[in-house]
């Protein structure tokens, strides 16, 4: 079992940081990750760097050059009304996708023809297009349904360390 979170040297986010890592998340995925004028903190974990919001981890910061970039938690999108960066797999694909696999070709139904390599994206089934998932585009977007191969990396997902962390 992989051991608990434990974010310490917890720091609130300047009022204009946080409104820049707001505005990039609504930008990107079509909804706010958080209430305009929200206090948020960043703390350090062994998974690396995270924003909390109350007593959730609401975003992590994913190594990448030049700087970090925020990943917002599945939580985050649930609240929301997520409308772009999507990818849909069927029904059959969930199961592996809950367990943390990386997304297959055949597995997906539709994504956003938008998507380019290394964009950040939300996974959601295909009955209920609620988030499972979010993860990084390994092809363009409209070359994801029906190809073989792995398309999607799976970065955050339901049940995982950032989900089940209560502070």
Same mark, same amino acid.
């Given at each position: 079992?992989?051991?608990?979170?434990?974010?310490r040297?917890?720091?609130?986010?300047?009022?204009?940081?946080? +409104? @820049? /890592?707001?505005?990039? $998340?609504?930008?990107?995925?079509?909804?706010? *990750?958080?209430?305009?004028?929200?206090? &948020? =903190?960043r703390?350090?974990?062994?998974?690396?760097?995270?924003?909390?919001?109350?007593?959730?981890?609401?975003?992590?910061?994913?190594?990448?050059?030049?700087? +970090? @970039? /925020?990943?917002?938690? $599945?939580?985050?999108?649930?609240?929301?009304? *997520?409308?772009?960066?999507?990818?849909? &797999? =069927?029904?059959?694909?969930?199961?592996f996708?809950?367990?943390?696999?990386?997304?297959?070709?055949?597995?997906?139904?539709?994504?956003?023809?938008?998507?380019?390599?290394?964009?950040?994206?939300? $996974?959601?089934?295909?009955?209920?297009?609620? *988030?499972?998932?979010?993860?990084?585009?390994?092809?363009?977007?409209?070359?994801?349904?029906?190809?073989?191969?792995?398309?999607?990396?799976?970065?955050?997902?339901?049940?995982?360390?950032?989900?089940?962390?209560?502070?």
């Open positions: 079992m992989p051991e608990p979170l434990k974010p040297n917890r720091a609130r986010l300047r009022e204009k940081d946080a +409104a @820049r /890592l707001r505005a990039a $998340v609504e930008a990107h995925f079509g909804v706010a *990750p958080w209430p305009e004028g929200a206090h &948020v =903190d703390a350090n974990t062994h998974e690396g760097d995270v924003l909390l919001l109350g007593g959730h981890i609401i975003g992590f910061f994913q190594p990448a050059e030049p700087e +970090a @970039r /925020l990943v917002p938690t $599945v939580r985050v999108l649930l609240a929301g009304s *997520p409308g772009k960066s999507f990818v849909t &797999v =069927d029904m059959g694909a969930v199961p996708v809950h367990k943390g696999a990386d997304i297959m070709g055949p597995g997906i139904v539709e994504a956003d023809p938008n998507l380019q390599v290394g964009d950040l994206l939300w $996974v959601r089934d295909e009955r209920n297009r609620r *988030p499972l998932a979010v993860g990084e585009a390994l092809v363009p977007g409209a070359e994801m349904p029906k190809q073989p191969g792995k398309k999607v990396r799976n970065l955050h997902r339901v049940g995982d360390l950032f989900w089940t962390w209560e502070g």
